[in-house]
């Protein structure tokens, strides 16, 4: 199982520093965070491999959609893509419950809904009455 550590400018969650995964594990809990601030951090979570997920996080910075706090932090003034930073936290989820279960708790732990880009919670189903 994968040591648990987020790095990020402002906050560091559990655990040690080695990281198992590539860009094409699936079923894992990630981190995306701005280089350049603190207020960018996005704690999320994809079934299908990383590789896919993070393409369509790309995808909507590069069209500015105003509909994803993501992009529509790289696309503030003085930010760009290359600014954006990922790391895998956690992967070989049981279940798609116990994935988003982590996904949540990362979120509560970093506090990224209020210190971050976690603006949409209804992907999280059950699990969304917790926030």
């Known amino acids: 199982m994968a040591a ?11 655990g040690g520093l080695k990281c198992p995964f590539k860009c094409d594990s699936a079923n894992v809990v990630y981190l995306l965070f701005c280089n350049k601030c603190s207020q960018g951090n ?19 910075i590069r069209s500015n959609s ?20 990922v790391c895998i936290i956690k992967g070989y989820f049981k279940t798609d419950s116990e994935r988003k279960a982590h996904e949540l708790k990362l979120i509560r732990k970093v506090d990224s809904r209020n210190k971050g880009l976690n603006k949409e919670f209804s992907h999280l189903g059950t699990f969304s009455c917790l926030h």
């Open 4 to 14: 648990e550590t987020i790095k990020s400018r402002t906050e560091h969650v559990d």
């Open 66 to 85: 105003k509909a994803h706090p993501v992009a529509v932090h790289f696309n503030l003034p003085s930010h760009s893509l290359i600014d954006l930073k």
């Open 42 to 60: 996005y704690i999320g979570e994809t079934k299908t491999p990383f590789r896919l997920r993070f393409n369509n996080h790309k995808q909507t």
